[in-house]
């Protein structure tokens, strides 16, 4: 099959032909029909992420399944399936409770083992994880479900408990923050997003941003708090950084919530808390990460409904070649809504 590796951390990704993969006995092989790039692909790259070399990015995933292992149950040649990235074991008592998400033995593709940056990838614990493809919804939208679309979901709805008439603070407004502005506005909620590029801002506003906020022009906290009539109900930090985290804290009203999305790496690792203001407004702060399948029904009926249209962050369709130079762009934060392969 093509599939685009890369050798070293922060060295050249290249599309060259390598080995088919096999199912693992609960696992099923998939022929990739789109990919999302996603930021946390860049992560793996630079070394964030341990992964073991040579590796295949790849974890936003819908494909058709060519293969099943022996124990697989449920799927067979022929279903068009979407990837959560976050795969539980679907044994232990995490994910027997609906949190797969969070298994202790998870599994991700792109990270755990090769992904989805090539024509095929396999998927284990398939039974427990896979989401049917719903009729009519076209791959590539669905690719932009996730990881981002269904982060945002996930984190605004059951970790922030973000509730119509409630304001959000969206930090960041790249293909997660956008999709927090999207999800946000369907619920009822109205949204500021904050970010420090007006283009990204401009597009926030396209997809319903009652306001916005450049942090490179304005104190964050106090613009926020203004906007909000004494600060947000819910923050949703999109980025991952120890300014945007504390901003984000320092910008609820009291009794509010955070949602910490953004993975923290490197000098943004472990940034500290004002706990001393999270006693005295009684503040939760939450974090969130990916989404278990179980909740997938509900984010796809919003979708069916029309209520939310994912398709609107996909702003570039590209090929396989084309995305080994997107990923290592993604340092500079330029990409504008969110890229995916569909040609392989």
């Known amino acids: 099959m093509r599939a685009a590796v890369y050798e070293t951390h922060c060295g050249p990704i290249a599309v060259r032909t390598v080995p088919d993969p096999a199912p693992e006995p609960d696992g099923v092989v998939l022929g990739v029909e789109a990919n999302g790039i996603c930021r946390s692909d860049w992560?793996?790259?630079?070394?964030?992420?341990?992964?073991?070399?040579?590796?295949?990015?790849?974890?936003?995933?819908?494909?058709?399944?060519v293969e099943t292992g022996r124990d697989v149950r449920r799927w067979q040649r022929g279903d068009r399936v979407i990837v959560p990235f976050s795969i539980g074991c679907g044994r232990c008592d995490d994910c027997r409770a609906g949190h797969s998400n969070v298994c202790g033995a998870g599994w991700t593709p792109g990270f755990s083992g090769w992904g989805s940056f090539a024509e095929l990838v396999a998927i284990r614990h398939a039974d427990a994880n896979l989401v049917a493809l719903p009729p009519g919804m076209d791959?590539?939208?669905?690719?932009?479900?996730?990881?981002?679309?269904?982060?945002?979901?996930?984190?605004?709805?059951?970790?922030?408990?973000?509730?119509?008439?409630?304001?959000?603070?969206?930090?960041?407004?790249?293909?997660?923050?956008?999709?927090a502005v999207m999800i946000a506005k369907a619920a009822g909620a109205a949204v500021v997003a904050v970010d420090i590029d007006d283009a990204k801002l401009r597009f926030a506003r396209t997809l319903g941003a009652d306001a916005t906020i450049n942090a490179s022009r304005e104190d964050t906290v106090d613009a926020v708090r203004?906007?909000?009539g004494g600060g947000a109900h819910v923050t949703f930090d999109a980025l991952g950084s120890?300014?945007?985290a504390l901003d984000a804290i320092r910008s609820l009203r009291r009794r509010g919530r955070h949602v910490q999305a953004g993975l923290l790496y490197d000098e943004n690792a472990s940034p500290p808390?004002?706990?001393?203001?999270?006693?005295?407004?009684?503040?939760?702060?939450?974090?969130?990460?990916?989404?278990?399948?179980?909740?997938?029904?509900?984010?796809?009926?919003?979708?069916?409904?029309?209520?939310?249209?994912?398709?609107?962050?996909?702003?570039?369709?590209?090929?396989?070649?084309?995305?080994?130079?997107?990923?290592?762009?993604?340092?500079?934060?330029?990409?504008?809504?969110?890229?995916?392969?569909?040609?392989?």
């Open 226 to 228: 203004a906007t909000t």
């Open 273 to 344: 808390l004002p706990l001393e203001t999270a006693i005295a407004f009684e503040l939760d702060i939450v974090g969130s990460r990916g989404m278990p399948a179980a909740a997938y029904p509900a984010m796809l009926t919003m979708v069916n409904r029309g209520l939310v249209q994912p398709a609107r962050l996909v702003t570039e369709r590209v090929s396989l070649e084309r995305a080994c130079e997107i990923l290592p762009s993604m340092d500079g934060y330029a990409t504008q809504g969110v890229a995916v392969i569909d040609r392989f």
């Open 43 to 65: 992560h793996a790259w630079v070394g964030h992420d341990p992964v073991v070399l040579p590796h295949v990015p790849g974890h936003e995933c819908v494909g058709v399944v």
């Open 139 to 179: 791959a590539v939208e669905a690719a932009s479900l996730g990881c981002r679309f269904m982060t945002a979901y996930w984190g605004l709805t059951r970790r922030g408990r973000l509730q119509p008439g409630e304001w959000l603070a969206v930090f960041g407004a790249g293909g997660l923050g956008l999709a």
């Open 242 to 244: 120890k300014s945007t």
